[in-house]
């Protein structure tokens, strides 16, 4: 005689086949598919000859509408560059992760990273148009940060791989209406190290903790940028609960100790530390290190410089006889601070530090 299958049985094995069947031809719209990014970067092969060849934005180009994975951020304090817009980027391979170390440090960013930093005008002339100057990519790969800068084409329909530097001159009419200009260098590779080197290895700037402990305005909604990082698996779930930051040196509401020491910490502290490109003198610029006033200068000897006899760095209450002061006030190359990144003066960063000089006590 035949086995006979219990009914039982039977109607679970026919209920769990309709079950797994009615799973695989379930309608499109409870299908969520897994978003993965378009972005190309071999390690072998960058950098590319072109900027649209490593797919970081969606669409027109020029609209840097970036692609999916390509996290925008902003410090909280900006660099100046001769007045110039920036745009900033990150994108990370799929599964890996930045790393913090301090707050002060830049984030440790894994092998095969990308930031992505765009400079453009608003308001050119004549057409008053907005037009981008050049993209620097910068490359994390084994060996270490690579450069690779990209300039811009007339139609702004791709930028083009150049390492040599050059020099656009550009017309703009300011956040006033004035008219503005200025001879924009791009920079060469040198050019670059100069700024990024510490003890001969490159490094980013602005991607310290204390710099990207603020809000930025996504798309999704605001919300803080370490915050945002973790939550996209682009950092690391082990920062501090509290991190000594920076604020942003245009905001009037902070006190005006902070907001020098801030706009130092961006425009100098890269070059004036142990290991950088000014290593020589004794001016230390980091957030970190201007809460003692001498490291920033005042009442400390300097440099001779046209003009200034028995000044200080900074001498108090008197920015006719401090060295700082002229270095930021004068367009000479041979004299002015920063070295590279601005042939023209910061008219609002010269007048933030002759406030703060003013502010200051006299040299006992």
């Not at 990370?92 to 453009?120: C, H, Q, R, W």
Request: aromatic share 10%; with cysteine; charged share 15%.
């Amino acid at each position: 005689m035949k086995n006979k299958i219990p009914s039982s049985l039977f109607k679970f094995s026919l209920l769990l086949f309709l079950m797994v069947l009615n799973s695989c031809s379930s309608s499109s719209d409870d299908y969520v598919a897994v978003e993965t990014s378009p972005v190309i970067l071999n390690l072998a092969e960058v950098p590319y000859s072109k900027l649209s060849d490593y797919k970081f934005f969606e669409g027109d180009i020029k609209n840097l509408q970036p692609a999916y994975g390509v996290l925008p951020y902003k410090p909280t304090s900006e660099l100046f560059s001769e007045y110039a817009k920036k745009s900033r980027f990150v994108w990370m391979p799929n599964g890996t992760k930045a790393t913090y170390t301090s707050d002060a440090e830049v984030l440790n960013l894994p092998v095969g990273a990308a930031l992505i930093k765009t400079f453009y005008y608003n308001n050119v002339q004549p057409a008053n148009a907005t037009k981008i100057i050049e993209t620097r990519v910068m490359i994390r790969k084994s060996t270490g940060w690579i450069f690779a800068e990209y300039v811009w084409n007339e139609d702004q329909t791709d930028a083009l791989l150049q390492m040599t530097g050059s020099t656009v001159s550009i017309s703009w009419l300011d956040e006033n209406n004035a008219p503005q200009q200025v001879d924009y260098k791009i920079p060469a590779a040198n050019d670059c190290r100069m700024c990024h080197d510490v003890s001969a290895e490159s490094k980013p700037i602005g991607i310290k903790p204390q710099n990207l402990n603020s809000n930025y305005n996504y798309t999704s909604g605001t919300k803080n940028q370490l915050s945002k990082w973790v939550e996209f698996g682009y950092l690391e779930n082990n920062l501090p609960a509290t991190i000594v930051s920076i604020v942003d040196y245009k905001d009037t509401s902070k006190s005006l100790d902070l907001r020098v020491r801030s706009y130092f910490d961006i425009n100098c502290a890269h070059c004036h530390q142990n290991g950088g490109n000014a290593d020589f003198t004794t001016i230390r610029m980091a957030f970190s290190e201007t809460a003692n006033p001498t490291n920033m200068g005042v009442c400390i000897g300097g440099l001779q410089v046209p003009g200034i006899t028995h000044g200080y760095i900074v001498t108090p209450q008197d920015t006719s006889q401090s060295t700082l002061f002229y270095m930021m006030n004068t367009t000479n190359p041979g004299f002015r601070m920063p070295r590279v990144g601005r042939t023209i003066v910061h008219q609002e960063g010269v007048q933030l530090i002759e406030q703060w000089i003013n502010s200051l006590p006299i040299c006992n």
